[in-house]
């Protein structure tokens, strides 16, 4: 009886290999349509990596998410049965993608666009595993997925927050040090004042760079070593905690060196003492790892028998989705392409006031110009004939190199009141008709330390129109201006801002008047 119930018992289910190599097939051109889709998520966000340098460390993102899939790959569990709904995400997320990235094309800078096409690459990619894997694969490869959101760069009002609260903590515990070491400092927002001099505790030097990078570095480090969800938080902590100390240190010694020997020597060891504190936090992080590692139990060996092959996406909707995704791709270029005008990227220029006695150029810092990422421009100040000090400050981006809304953060009514300075009135935006040309200008009034200091802020877009305030305002980079900008075709085309500032009026009519007259002087047709 025995006998005869082992002899009926089924022989385990080897994989055909003609069905492995149907399922490897189905999963390489899977692999080719998520990598398209990813291709063109990393072509909108390489703008903002290789324009802007606090977000450098994301080029090795995309390299680090495909090593940890690999990674995950090669201890990847039995696939379980999917669902039909992973086919109805990926299909979404293709519809979804095509107008994103029409409208993407014309606004490179939009970081809303960024965080959508990033979500709907993880999610298309997601519900793929989930199609083919079922819940044990989606579980398996979350992480090394969503793990390329570190590379997506923040939202700018939250962004500008945190690196503003950064500047005035670490200005406020420098001046603090300054005090103890005996050396006069006073605090003006993220500016110390010192018996050498003004320093001051740029973007460059608030630390989130560091921060950011530290963030990623910990997260990957906890999916390397395979760390426990508590021990991949201390990392993280860790990370936050050494990254803002070894800015502290870096600051203080800059500060201390501005102090004693001006600024020439914070600019001569500004990158290298960057370079340092990037390096000790990496390396530190990398050392806590390690300890942690060998005070954790020695994880077993993963061991996965493959005793069938993953589900099949549907070849032909890949194939279909695919070419949906190539044509899209070439009618929006054809769309930007047909509307592509011969504007000049240039409708006005600003004429140097070099003619007066007291004219000075004003040099701009090398961090200050990593922020703006200007093609070309320059400051300078000099004394008007009424003897008011005046101030001009007149930057140039050439086509596909404009920062728009990174620009415009950096406003006069948010960097000022960092320096030190109160600002009093925001007249908004208006339109200033200037030797035949309408210039949107914004107007503000600060007090400088009881001196009133006024100023005029253009920032003038070479695709819009400005015909009238309206539009000027909706073309001022608002969702409907963005939107507007992508049914018209217009891409990027170049952009101008000039700062105009004058110091010791105490009427506004009269600093009002007094700007007109430069601003009729510097601004010439061209």
Known sequence: MAVTKASTLAPP???????????GLALLTGGLFL????????????????????????????????????????????PERGSAIGAFVVIAGVIFLLPLRFVAEANPDWRLLSWAMAGIAISVSLAFVYQ?????????????????????????QFEQTIIQNLMRAVTAINVFFLSVAGIPALQHGNVIETTSGLIGIEEACSGVRSLQATFMV?????????????RRLILIVAGALLAFVCNLVRTAILVWLGAHHGASAIEAWHDPAGL???LVCLFGLWALSLLMLRRSAEPAAASFEVTHPPASFPTALVVGLTVCLVMGELAMQGWYRSHQTDIATSRWRAQWPDKEETYKSVAIPPATQGILRYDDGGGATWNGADLHHWMMYFFRWLPGRTAALFVKVHRPD???????????????????????????VRSYRF????????????????????????????????????????LK?????????LELVVWGYESDSEAKAALERQLAQIIQPG
């Open 13 to 23: 289910q080897i994989p055909a290999e003609t069905d492995l190599k149907s399922s």
């Open 35 to 78: 990598g398209l889709v990813w291709a063109l998520v990393i072509k909108h966000l390489q703008v903002e990596w290789s324009q802007n340098p606090q977000y450098r460390y994301a080029w090795s993102v995309p390299f680090l998410s495909l090593y940890l899939v690999w990674k995950r790959w090669m201890e990847r569990p039995n």
């Open 132 to 156: 083919v894997g079922g819940r044990a694969w989606l579980r398996h490869f979350a992480f090394p997925i969503c793990f390329f959101l570190v590379a997506v760069p923040w939202p700018v």
């Open 218 to 230: 910990s997260l990957f480090l906890g999916e390397f070593y395979s760390f426990t969800a508590a």
């Open 276 to 278: 340092t504190i990037l």
């Open 414 to 440: 948010v960097c000022l009141p960092a320096s030190g300075l109160t600002l009093t009135r925001d007249d908004g935006i208006q339109l200033l008709a200037v030797n035949g040309i309408k210039l949107p």
């Open 447 to 486: 007090d400088d330390h009881g001196v009133p200091l006024h100023v005029v802020y253009c920032y003038w877009d070479a695709r819009s129109s400005y015909e009238t305030v309206t539009a000027a305002i909706e073309e001022d980079w608002t969702a409907r201006g963005r939107l507007r900008a992508a």
């Open 489 to 497: 075709g217009r891409r990027e085309i170049g952009a101008q801002m």
